[in-house]
């Protein structure tokens, strides 16, 4: 299973579901990071050094941080999503689709079947 890092507007009920099929997920409440509005470069700097793939619902700023600094540990994007089981099985699919998350930019959309 994977090894993610949350960012702060992650929901917290899909991080449950996530850990419950296995997933260690740590998050940026975990890590006492939280409200202290760190920068997405930062956010991305930590999980790549505690080895860690982000999973965020920033789509934008971390597609972007992606081109710009593609040596990470992974970054899952997500669209918003208020069915968490759905979008915790969403995630799982997508996550046991990907031999190695590192350098790749996975995404995972609403209503999008894991094998799209």
Same mark, same amino acid.
């Given at each position: @299973?994977? #090894?993610?890092?949350?960012?702060?507007? !992650?929901?917290?009920?899909? %991080?449950?579901? /996530?850990?419950?099929?296995?997933?260690?997920?740590?998050?940026?409440?975990?890590?006492?990071?939280?409200?202290?509005?760190?920068?997405?470069?930062?956010?991305?700097?930590?999980?790549?050094?505690?080895?860690?793939? %982000?999973?965020?619902?920033?789509?934008?700023? !971390? @597609?972007?941080?992606? #081109?710009?600094?593609?040596?990470?540990?992974?970054?899952?994007?997500?669209?918003?999503?208020?069915?968490?089981?759905? !979008?915790?099985? #969403?995630?799982?699919?997508?996550?046991?689709?990907?031999?190695?998350?590192?350098?790749? /930019?996975?995404?995972?959309?609403?209503?999008?079947?894991?094998?799209?």
């Amino acid at each position: @299973m994977a #090894r993610l890092y949350a960012n702060e507007n !992650f929901p917290v009920e899909v %991080v449950h579901r /996530l850990r419950e099929l296995g997933h260690d997920v740590l998050t940026t409440h975990d890590t006492g990071r939280s409200n202290q509005r760190i920068e997405d470069d930062a956010v991305l700097r930590f999980a790549f050094e505690s080895h860690r793939c %982000v999973i965020t619902i920033n789509r934008k700023d !971390f @597609m972007r941080l992606h #081109r710009s600094h593609p040596d990470h540990a992974g970054i899952i994007v997500c669209t918003e999503n208020r069915d968490f089981e759905a !979008f915790a099985h #969403r995630v799982d699919e997508k996550i046991k689709r990907e031999p190695e998350l590192a350098r790749k /930019l996975v995404r995972v959309v609403r209503g999008q079947k894991a094998d799209q």
